[in-house]
């Protein structure tokens, strides 16, 4: 019996590969089929069946082009509704891979076809739980990204999952491993853990939502408080998931396309393309093409890209360190951006040997922001973190202006306003500076500096207080 979690870490994802025998099965995959094939043909294996937990939001996974590669099976618990050809498996239907069961656990409640897939050894033991987004390593799963239809609402959800939890999953025994879907840094949960698995029985101990004395009502109360809104790209990427998509074969040919900066500059003005930059923010700031906007490859770039490009079929071409051209491409399709036209051949460089323009941002310290500070602490603050850090602590003198709603909160702030950018080490803090800039505010100042360095250089701090409770 072979179980491997293939975790990617810029999506706090876990998609699984399960062999017995030379057949093997794939659990969540995500876009790229590679991983998955190239496992099975090392072990000279079968690729059976494909099974997927649920409609996934956050992410668009790979389970129609690897059915089209390998001839598997796509298996989807009860209620799940497709526009392709998949098998639909009934609540307590078992499948066999090898010598292993897989037994179906319909557990609604993140969405109503939320399934749990119950490994069975060749005992016929209860081994594994690959839960989905149903039960994470220290929270479970939210209750509000469903396509809903008609009046069902988060709170109906949350019931759902408290008795899908208490009649489906606890009951198994404590030995059992727990398999979920995402870890810490997925939007898909609120407070979920950075390890990745975890027996069943550490989870009864530990996990918020798995109290044996909590009530029903206590759990909606629990599971729907402080949600923030989703990212407006998962509900686009659940559509996906759905309906169908381009082949990432073909995604990716079209992508890495080199284009000299001739090449380039026609197509950015040719497609009204977006120019996205996805090198370090130290090179970013020091030099970039006017109107281009960064979101950095080492952040968490794919979240970060879905969470900002509001249309998915939005046409995009790439300034990329070097050799990470295909990566970039790969990681734009993961999350449903298809429409990447090519890449700078050469980059900057090329950009600037042929005589082409660039922008620069200005970008300082947190010492050198503490000392501007002091000078004139009437300078205007910017901090883009997002709101549970807010929360926690922040400037006194800051106005919070979240990378994640940037577009909401335009309003706020006036082009001919000079501006500190800070976050909590300086990547947000250019992301939102490059927006800006795109956009014609020309007086930014970029925070580079950690923010807990703020407080150490003297500049006053404070903790959110909910208005309803002062005084």
């Not at 790979?62 to 009860?78: C, E, N, R």
């Not at 409640?109 to 399934?115: F, I, K, L, N, Q």
């Not at 702030?413 to 000079?418: G, N, R």
Request: charged residues 25%; negative net charge.
């Amino acid at each position: 019996m072979t179980i491997e979690q293939i975790y990617t870490g810029c999506l706090a994802q876990g998609a699984y590969y399960i062999e017995s025998q030379g057949e093997a099965a794939i659990i969540d995959p995500l876009r790229e089929t590679t991983p998955y094939i190239e496992r099975a043909t090392k072990n000279n294996a079968k690729i059976k069946y494909i099974f997927e937990t649920h409609f996934h939001a956050d992410f668009v996974s790979g389970h129609l082009d690897l059915a089209k590669k390998t001839g598997a099976q796509i298996v989807y618990g009860p209620m799940a509704e497709t526009a392709y050809e998949k098998y639909l498996a009934q609540d307590g239907e078992e499948f066999k891979v090898g010598a292993l069961t897989i037994r179906v656990l319909h557990t609604p409640g993140h969405t109503p076809e939320s399934t749990t897939f119950l490994l069975l050894d060749k005992e016929g033991k209860e081994h594994a739980i690959f839960s989905g987004d149903t039960l994470f390593i220290g929270d479970v799963g939210r209750p509000d990204l469903a396509q809903k239809k008609g009046s069902l609402t988060k709170e109906d959800l949350a019931g759902w999952l408290y008795d899908s939890l208490r009649h489906k999953i606890m009951p198994l025994p404590d030995n059992v491993i727990v398999y979920p879907a995402h870890g810490a840094g997925s939007a898909c949960g609120k407070n979920m853990s950075s390890e990745t698995w975890d027996t069943l029985g550490n989870q009864k101990k530990t996990n918020y939502a798995l109290r044996a004395d909590m009530t029903k009502e206590e759990f909606i109360q629990e599971v729907t408080d402080g949600l923030q809104p989703p990212p407006q790209y998962f509900a686009k990427n659940a559509q996906l998931n759905k309906t169908g998509y381009n082949s990432i074969d073909a995604v990716m040919q079209r992508g890495v396309r080199p284009m000299s900066p001739r090449a380039f500059e026609t197509a950015a003005s040719a497609s009204e393309a977006l120019i996205l930059d996805v090198r370090s923010k130290e090179d970013f700031v020091s030099g970039f093409i006017p109107n281009s906007i960064f979101i950095g490859l080492d952040g968490s770039f794919a979240p970060w890209a879905g969470a900002l490009i509001a249309d998915l079929q939005q046409p995009i071409l790439l300034v990329t360190p070097e050799g990470q051209e295909e990566e970039t491409v790969k990681r734009l399709a993961r999350v449903g951006y298809d429409n990447t036209l090519g890449y700078l051949e050469g980059g900057i460089e090329a950009w600037k040997s042929a005589g082409k323009p660039l922008d620069q941002i200005q970008s300082i310290s947190a010492s050198q922001f503490a000392e501007d500070y002091k000078k004139d602490t009437s300078i205007a603050i910017l901090d883009v973190r997002k709101a549970g850090e807010w929360a926690s602590e922040h400037l006194e003198t800051a106005l919070h202006f979240p990378l994640d709603y940037i577009n909401q909160h335009m309003s706020q702030i006036k082009p001919e306003q000079a501006y500190y950018l800070h976050c909590r080490s300086g990547y947000r803090s250019t992301v939102a500076a490059s927006i800006l800039k795109a956009r014609g505010y020309e007086h930014l100042i970029n925070v580079q500096g950690l923010y807990e360095e703020f407080a150490v250089k003297g500049m006053p701090t404070t903790d959110y207080v909910c208005p309803s409770t002062q005084k």
